[in-house]
């Protein structure tokens, strides 16, 4: 189907780019544009920005713990460099 579009000019020029690399017509590039937008409009975790993170089930952050605190987090999980106050490069 052929149609008019009014298309900023910098984003026809990157697509025109992608085309000409990819040995692809503007057409094609603008329909796989529009093909993945619209999918993601239709995927439910797109439209509200939540993002589920995994939880191994445990009590979250211990009492008193500073996130901040590099040294005290290094002696809590045993990390003895850091917990002395070095910092050194991985080998």
Not at 15 to 31: D, L, P, Q, Y
């Amino acid at each position: 189907m052929r149609t008019t579009l009014t298309i900023d000019d910098h984003l026809l020029s990157e697509a025109k780019a992608v085309a000409a690399r990819t040995h692809r017509t503007i057409g094609s590039v603008f329909e796989d544009a529009l093909r993945q937008m619209l999918a993601r409009a239709d995927d439910p975790r797109s439209t509200t920005g939540a993002v589920r993170l995994p939880s191994d089930g445990g009590s979250g952050l211990q009492p008193g713990v500073d996130l901040e605190n590099k040294e005290q987090i290094a002696e809590l999980l045993g990390d003895n460099e850091l917990s002395h106050g070095e910092l050194r490069a991985p080998a």
